[in-house]
């Protein structure tokens, strides 16, 4: 049986070894083949990452560079000893920050996955998408393929500059594979996808959002490219069912309905585009009440005039990120817009005011950082 790890940057998820900091927890979890235990080796591995938590925490939210490089060194090496140890067959590493100087980047991979480029962490990783581009094209390996999700031209050329130089074939979207159809409601997206490869009609996945067909697209050329490198086979049947089945917290999550309660980690330009977007197909004739706390080292100008054309109320708090932008501030770019708001001292207060406030028939939005989102889904865990 073909043993497959996965390790992902997220809220939660049942395929992953994860030290978390973020959230206010430490935290490892470890899965494996569709199942989030491991039993004891869970308990061991979530002891030891405790035990390094426990002594980092309080020092690791500080501006010292060289801790949090030994964070992500320990991180690294923790995940790599225990794959080593379990000798799997495939292991699917996500990178931390940019790629080009990610602690996973040492590995010779069988696949390299770039999904977009947009302006992100500008102070690591450049003020720029070109720039950006340069770090993320950092995973690229010698004559390795390398998948490019959909993205402006620009960044683009820079990963196909750099590809070239190390004559990696590039599979493109809108190349080499694309969808179309796409019909998204709040029940999931259905979309037809297509490529050299393969030709996939109405495949269904439970995430919500067009952007999620693209992403999607991605991870089945991967897929196909990977067992083709590896001569394994897999049928469409099981394809289609691991794609409906996916389940990604916080992404356009729906946590009740009358009224509706969606909450989305959408905290830069492009994920509030996406998210902006989608909810206006979704409900283009609904009152949206937005509960909003981003951080303060994002583009907050940019972030509002996405959000406030579709906001009939913004709540405007703040999370406990450290990096959390001051109500005040928040307050300012709203004010440029004239949409009504209103303030509290933290994000679950201002879900509270919310709730008394909406009808039956409108929608509630809770976003701008997976900080935020992570206060809603510790108290209906």
């Known amino acids: 049986m073909l043993k497959v790890f996965f390790i992902r940057n997220e809220l939660s998820g049942i395929f992953r070894i994860y030290l978390s900091t973020s959230f206010g927890e430490c935290k490892t979890r470890i899965g494996k083949n569709g ?19 426990g002594h980092k925490r309080q020092r690791f939210h500080s501006r010292n560079l060289r801790i949090i490089v030994a964070f992500r060194r320990f991180k690294n090496r923790f995940e790599f000893y225990y794959f080593r140890s379990k000798k799997v067959d495939t292991a699917i ?51 390795t393929p390398v998948i490019l999700g959909k993205m402006k031209n620009s960044p683009k050329k820079v990963i196909e500059e750099i590809a070239g130089q190390k004559r990696a074939p590039i599979f493109e979207y809108g190349e080499d594979f694309a969808v179309s159809n796409i019909s998204v409601s709040t029940a999931g997206t259905i979309f037809d ?10 495949i269904r996945t ?3 959002g067009e952007h999620q067909a693209f992403n999607a697209s991605v991870a089945i050329t991967a ?6 490198k590896m001569k394994i086979k897999i049928s469409e049947t099981k394809i289609r069912e691991a794609l409906q089945n996916v389940y990604w917290p916080g992404r356009m999550q729906i946590l009740s309905t009358n ?29 949206i009440f937005f509960v909003l706390a981003i951080l303060r080292d994002k583009r ?13 109320k913004i709540f405007i708090t703040k999370n406990r990120s450290q990096r959390a932008a001051e109500i005040d501030e928040q307050v300012n770019f709203v004010k440029k817009h004239g949409v009504p708001f209103e303030t509290s001292e933290n994000v679950l207060k201002a879900v509270g005011k919310a709730l008394n406030e909406v009808s039956a028939e409108d929608v509630i939005v809770v976003t701008g950082s997976l900080y935020t989102i992570s206060e809603i889904l510790k108290t209906v865990r």
């Open 223 to 228: 897929f196909d490219i990977f067992l083709e």
């Open 35 to 53: 199942s989030g235990s491991f039993g004891d080796e869970q308990s061991e591995s979530r002891t030891a990452g405790n035990s390094y938590c």
């Open 300 to 312: 907050l100008k940019k972030i509002f005039d996405l959000i406030c054309p579709i906001a009939s």
């Open 93 to 143: 590493f996500e990178v931390g920050l940019g790629g080009r100087l990610d602690g996973t980047n040492p590995f010779k991979s069988t696949v390299s996955v770039i999904t977009s480029i947009s302006l992100d962490h500008p102070k690591s990783l450049g003020d720029s998408e070109e720039k950006i581009a340069f770090e993320k094209a950092g995973i690229i390996k010698n004559k």
């Open 193 to 202: 996808y297509q490529s050299k490869r393969r030709k996939l009609k109405s």
């Open 259 to 287: 009224p509706l309660l969606m909450i989305d980690g959408a905290h830069n330009e492009e994920g509030i585009a996406a998210l902006a977007g989608n909810l206006k197909k979704l409900f283009p004739d609904k009152k």
């Open 206 to 208: 439970n995430l919500i």
